[in-house]
């Protein structure tokens, strides 16, 4: 008698069930390999998207520290106060004309004293007590010129003309200077104009200048003057010119400490003869900040 796990004699093995068996082995084993692939770009995937928030957030950190350096560096360097600055326009006057000098070496006293600012251009900023920090700058006005105030934020009628020519001593300083002055343009007034050699090139200006409206030039010297030189700002609407004598470099030096900066500031900007016609007319007036 057979056992029951034997075939039958007449019993043909079916190849397709066979066959399809087998495929069914092998898709299983295919499924699986397809659900691993799956599950490792999954994995990796996940990886990329962590990795890349982390870089994300590293140099998020990285941006809030150096920032956070640069407002502590700033905040050191106008805490020295300028005691120029703070000085009556007397005093001021003397103390530019003594700058002069080193501005104009080989110039005779005569002609040295055809070039001096005069004092009744000079504002008296005396009054004023607070920290002469940037962050300050609108308390600073609105104690010192309330009327420049008032004009920043009216709409300029020329191209080209700001009512305020900032002078600053270098680009990163003239970039915060444009930022903080921004905030006193209102809804009318022209726009605060970044003026400095690095990235910018001059013909730029230039061509930026004749057609924009801009209440306030904020820029370097160098800068400053050869727009001056190329007749690209007007001084139509002049009333104000300030020398940024609060800012120290990490030498602990200013704007008319530095030769290069002191020769651009007199040469360039404050002894151009346009500028000495407005000075001496007080049509503008001179501010040391």
């Known amino acids: 008698m057979a056992g029951g796990d034997d075939l039958e004699d007449d019993f043909i093995p079916d190849d397709n069930i066979m066959l399809a068996s087998e495929d069914e082995e092998l898709s299983g084993d295919e499924h699986e ?15 990329d998207t962590q990795a890349a928030s982390k870089k994300r957030k590293r140099r998020e950190k990285e941006k ?7 407002k502590l560096v700033a905040q050191r360097d106008e ?18 004309s003594l700058v002069q000098v080193k501005a104009y ?27 002469r920090m940037l962050d300050n700058i609108g308390d600073f006005i609105n104690h010192s010129i309330p009327r420049l105030m008032l004009r920043l934020s009216q709409k300029p009628r ?21 930022r ?13 104009a970044k003026l400095f050699a690095k990235h910018f090139k001059l013909q730029d200006h230039i061509a930026y200048l004749k057609r924009t409206k801009i209440g306030v030039a904020v820029g370097t010297p160098g800068r400053l003057g050869q727009l001056l030189e ?9 009333t104000h010119i300030f020398v940024d004598t609060t800012y120290r470099d990490a030498k602990k030096r200013t704007m008319i400490d530095i030769p290069e900066t002191r020769e651009e500031l007199f040469r360039g900007v404050l002894g151009r003869d346009n500028i000495r016609e407005a000075l001496n007319s007080t049509k503008t007036q001179l501010v040391l900040f």
Request: hydrophobic share 40%; net charge negative.
């Open 158 to 178: 020329n191209n080209g003309a700001p009512t305020l020519i900032f002078v600053a001593g270098a680009a990163l300083r003239v970039a915060d200077v444009t």
């Open 79 to 96: 805490g020295v106060e300028s005691s120029v600055a703070c000085l009556p326009p007397g005093d001021i006057a003397r103390y530019l």
């Open 64 to 70: 809030e520290k150096r920032a956070k350096k640069r």
């Open 180 to 192: 903080v002055l921004k905030r006193f343009r209102g809804d009318k007034g022209g726009d605060v």
């Open 230 to 238: 190329a007749d690209a700002l007007s001084l139509t609407a002049l």
């Open 33 to 47: 390999n397809q659900a691993e692939d799956v599950s490792e770009d999954a994995t990796t995937a996940t990886k």
């Open 105 to 131: 070496p080989k110039l005779s006293v005569l002609e040295l004293e055809d070039l001096a600012i005069p004092v009744n251009c000079i504002v008296d900023t005396t009054s004023y007590t607070g920290s």
